[in-house]
T-cell receptor, first 112, second 117 residues
């Protein structure tokens, strides 16, 4: 099935550094979501974006819904070891279509 | 809030066995639930959309007779992997969205690790 272009694939950073990852799509989505998945567990919702241009924060996390509706980014500030995991973006058309299209994920490793 | 419970978390069984996985929304009602499959180091791939009181909608390439879905109540969907074989071994994850809200994200269960010997 269709997938979003998510980059980078992986990141190795030092504790305290800021992190940025993004997703792009060839088609428009009306909702963008960012999830984090730890090994052996299901994805956990971090941030949901419902309006083009919207900038939303959740603690040290900030995400934006691109104005073209075809992209989104996630920033993590002052990373800590527990930020380690796989981050997925997901797009949703909305209306009566609630299916999610996922990016391939960004594996984040934080060195203490 | 918005807790999705998935059970069991881990199954090992012999080839040819049928395995049932449950997905429950604990504090909200979900007319629509989703079943995903995830292979190691890969993203989630949607298998089917589970619709309360009606037939599930399967994605292209997913065998509906192999992966039986039942969504008999507003808080429970089940996925049965029939006559499972080693190639069915995978991580299966369900999600649900609160049908009481016009817009809202999907919330995921913790997944079921299925290993077929």
């Amino acid at each position: 099935g269709q997938q979003l272009n998510q980059s980078p694939q992986s990141m190795f950073i030092q504790e305290g550094e800021d992190v940025s990852m993004n997703c792009t799509s060839s088609s428009i989505f009306n909702t963008w979501l960012w999830y984090k998945q730890d090994p052996g567990e299901g994805p956990v919702l971090l941030i949901a974006l419902y309006k083009a241009g919207e900038l939303t924060s959740n603690g040290r996390l900030t995400a934006q819904f691109g104005i073209t509706r075809k992209d989104s980014f996630l920033n993590i500030s002052a990373s800590i070891p527990s930020d380690v995991g796989i981050y997925f973006c997901a797009g949703q058309l909305g209306g009566s279509n609630y299916k999610l299209t996922f990016g391939k994920g960004t594996l984040l490793t934080v060195n203490p | 809030g918005a807790v999705v419970s998935q059970h069991p978390s881990w199954v090992i069984c012999k080839s040819g066995t049928s395995v049932k996985i449950e997905c429950r929304s604990l504090d909200f009602q979900a007319t629509t639930m989703f079943w995903y499959r995830q292979f190691p180091k890969q993203s989630l791939m949607l298998m089917a959309t589970s619709n309360e009181g009606s037939k599930a909608t399967y994605e292209q390439g997913v065998e509906k007779d192999k992966f039986l879905i039942n969504h008999a109540s507003l808080t429970l969907s089940t996925l049965t992997v029939t006559s499972a074989h080693p190639e069915d071994s995978s991580f299966y994850i369900c999600s649900a969205r609160d049908s009481g809200t016009p817009v809202g994200p999907q919330h995921f269960g913790d997944g079921t690790r299925l290993s077929i010997l």
